[in-house]
């Protein structure tokens, strides 16, 4: 089925289609609770061989999977095959909705389940009312209205109840600058500001007036 595209084997558990029947049946023990691998240093229990190994390797520091273009290593082979797009700037896998394409399946998976073209913000915080497409976003706002300040500054003491704001208050410290621009060599504290600044070169603005239909490269402009 190379050429025709079709996947006749169905798991009768999650409904995933494949090619080979062999390809099933190695699914099919992700389904199953016996777990009939152990892990010779810690007894952690795996359904599947290639499971055990990677984890063997988190004990061991082995990294066997190199690249052969930048000589980094990875426990996975998958995960070295899609460094490697890194290199070729391969995005195999295009949204079908937009000009998005990702390096990874599962990047477009979560692309297309995060409401992204949709606009609905289904997860609403009981507290303020403000709507998220995700789950895991809501989850992390809910800190911001908590009291707890579980994450503590090691030169002044100051309390933060997310991790992201201790480490870029951290850099404030340090001086360190760690994200870069890639195109201009401007450095930033925080991923988010380098990725606002890097639409700057790009003119993208994804960010659009309910009423005048203006778009803008930066939310709070709106």
Do not use: W
């Not at 998005?100 to 009312?129: M, R």
């Not at 209205?145 to 579980?150: G, K, N, T």
């Amino acid at each position: 089925y190379t050429h025709t595209g079709e996947k006749p084997h169905k798991c009768d558990k999650c409904g995933r289609g494949f090619k080979q029947l062999t390809h099933l049946t190695y699914h099919l023990r992700t389904h199953s609770d016996v777990r009939m691998f152990t892990c010779q240093y810690c007894g952690k229990g795996f359904n599947q061989k290639g499971n055990l190994q990677a984890h063997v390797y988190r004990h061991t520091g082995e990294k066997p999977f190199k690249c052969h273009i930048c000589g980094k290593g990875f426990t996975l082979a998958s995960t070295r095959n899609t460094h490697l797009r890194t290199h070729a700037k391969k995005k195999p896998f295009q949204c079908k909705y937009c000009e998005k394409a990702f390096y990874q399946k599962n990047a477009l998976k979560s692309h297309y389940i995060s409401y992204t073209h949709t606009g609905e913000k289904p997860h609403k915080c009981d507290k303020c009312g403000r709507g998220f497409k995700q789950l895991t976003h809501l989850t992390y706002h809910l800190r911001t209205h908590s009291d707890v300040r579980m994450f503590t500054c090691q030169y002044c003491g100051k309390g933060f109840n997310q991790k992201g704001n201790l480490q870029a208050h951290v850099y404030r410290h340090t001086g360190e600058r760690p994200f870069k621009c890639h195109i201009c060599g401007n450095s930033f504290t925080l991923a988010s500001t380098r990725n606002t600044h890097l639409r700057t070169h790009v003119k993208e603005k994804p960010f659009q007036c309910k009423y005048c239909k203006k778009k803008l490269s930066i939310r709070r402009m709106l």
